[in-house]
């Protein structure tokens, strides 16, 4: 069964706490990605990693970092969060590194406050 | 840069009648680029409900069709009758798969569509 699965669904963290969000695939899916989701907007990327240790910046970036440290999995972390980066999570995953195939997990909607 | 955009965010409409919610979508890229519809039920991830990566071509999904006009830079989504278990949020997306977009997707904001029993 060809899944993206993200940990937590749910999430309430205090401003200035650390957030880890974790997603895994396991159909070996070469790139992997972050998106965003905030009421009014579109998705938007946060990273897309190529591969284990090949991470590239999305447009938003900027108070987040990821780690790929096997193919199946991609955190996404934020040191200090601000209230800010109350969202939507959504993590991805593609066969190659184009745009034909992507699998969506469920998302993680955090909230900070 | 590359956008997409969707004018409705909601759109109402009753069993068996048919639907459209519109797309349109910019791009700086000279290649054509991919142009999808995702869809996210209550709960769900997105899923990938129809894709065209040839300009003029035609998608088709579940009795969803989108015709992908480069003329009009349009991926409008269609339906001839709905059902109520179509209600859910419709995404448009646009991917450039060359350079420095190589596997980056552009979303629309969403479209939720309720329809109505």
């Known amino acids: 069964d060809m899944k993206v699965t993200q940990m937590p669904r749910y999430l309430i963290k205090r401003m200035g706490e650390n957030v880890l969000l974790e997603c895994g695939q396991d159909?070996?899916?070469?790139?992997m990605y972050w998106y965003r989701q905030d009421p009014g907007l579109g998705l938007q990327l946060i990273y897309i990693s190529y591969d284990v240790d090949s991470n590239s910046e999305g447009d938003i970036p900027k108070g987040y970092r990821v780690s790929r440290k096997k193919r199946e999995h991609f955190s996404l972390i934020l040191d200090s969060a601000k209230t800010n980066q109350t969202s939507v999570y959504f993590c991805?995953?593609?066969?190659?590194?184009?745009?034909?195939?992507?699998?969506f997990g469920k998302g993680t909607r955090l909230t900070v406050v | 840069g590359d956008s997409v955009t969707q004018t409705e965010g909601q759109v109402t409409v009753s069993e068996s009648k048919s639907l459209i919610i519109n797309c349109t979508y910019s791009t700086t890229s000279i290649a054509y680029p991919n142009l999808f519809w995702y869809v996210r039920y209550p709960g769900e991830g997105l899923q990938l409900l129809l894709k065209?990566?040839?300009?003029?071509q035609k998608g088709s999904s579940r009795g969803f069709e989108a015709t992908y006009n480069k003329e009009t830079t349009s991926f409008h989504l269609q339906k001839a009758s709905v059902q109520e278990s179509d209600s859910a949020v419709y995404y448009c997306a646009l991917g450039v798969d060359r350079g420095s977009a190589l596997g980056r997707l552009h979303f629309g904001a969403g479209t939720q569509l309720i329809v109505i029993p």
């Open positions: 159909m070996s899916h070469e790139t």
């Open positions: 065209v990566i040839t300009a003029g």
């Open positions: 991805a995953s593609s066969w190659d590194r184009g745009t034909a195939e992507v699998f």
